[in-house]
T-cell receptor, first 115, second 114 residues
Framework: AQSVTQLDSHVSVSEGTPVLLRCNYSSSYSPSLFWYVQHPNKGLQLLLKYTSAATLVKGINGFEAEFKKSETSFHLTKPSAHMSDAAEYFCVVSDSLQGAQKLVFGQGTRLTINP | DAGVTQSPTHLIKTRGQQVTLRCSPISGHKSVSWYQQVLGQGPQFIFQYYEKEERGRGNFPDRFSARQFPNYSSELNVNALLLGDSALYLC?????????????FGQGTRLTVV
């Protein structure tokens, strides 16, 4: 079974500084990986996805993630944090269950932006 | 284009009651999946419906059931509610049911069991 581990439950940065949210994955084959964001009392929004094409994936709102097979990592970065980036971020791996697509979520990282 | 819509947005039920949650997928999407998100945790897969059939089920009891209609909308039913069923229930739609397919989520239904 596929799994992901988000290494930080909470990250706090100042506005205008870089953001790094860390994620490691476990997979027996080339995985499909996603990052989703959840703002308070909202649903989940897809930030970006990796599906074995380019290892550096660009997403919405200036976010990007790099797939590193040797490190089994898929960290999310942004050069300059904005107040509106404050939210919960989930690293997700797609797994197959009985022929269905099952998304397996990490525990989440809460990102706080300090003014 | 409308995104994934869920109703109701909030619901309060008593232990032992039954509840029905509704989801309309993005137009053209044939797959609907349901997830449960308990406070402070990531969402957990309940099941996926594709072309009106259940295609996979997560580790949830038989009290949880669903169906998908010809227009690909879906209903999630939970019987004999327990306090532990209190959670945000999320519906996700996708064009296909295979891996690597992007899933788009609705705003969720917040269920509180008292």
């Amino acid at each position: 079974a596929q799994s992901v581990t988000q290494l930080d439950s909470h990250v706090s940065v100042s506005e205008g500084t870089p953001v790094l949210l860390r994620c490691n994955y476990s997979s027996s084959y080339s995985p499909s990986l996603f990052w989703y964001v959840q703002h308070p009392n909202k649903g989940l929004q897809l930030l970006l996805k990796y599906t074995s094409a380019a290892t550096l994936v660009k997403g919405i709102n200036g976010f990007e993630a790099e797939f590193k097979k040797s490190e089994t990592s898929f960290h999310l970065t942004k050069p300059s944090a904005h107040m509106s980036d404050a939210a919960e971020y989930f690293c997700v791996v797609s797994d197959s269950l009985q022929g269905a697509q099952k998304l397996v979520f990490g525990q989440g990282t809460r990102l706080t932006i300090n003014p | 284009d409308a995104g994934v819509t869920q109703s109701p947005t909030h619901l309060i039920k008593t232990r032992g009651q039954q509840v029905t949650l509704r989801c309309s997928p993005i137009s053209g999407h044939k797959s609907v999946s349901w997830y449960q998100q308990v406070l402070g945790q990531g969402p957990q897969f309940i099941f996926q419906y594709y072309e009106k059939e259940e295609r996979g089920r997560g580790n949830f009891p038989d009290r949880f059931s669903a169906r998908q209609f010809p227009n690909y909308s879906s209903e999630l039913n939970v019987n004999a509610l327990l306090l532990g069923d209190s959670a945000l229930y999320l519906c996700a739609s996708s064009y296909r049911r295979v891996e690597a397919t992007e899933a788009f989520f609705g705003q969720g239904t917040r269920l509180t069991v008292v």
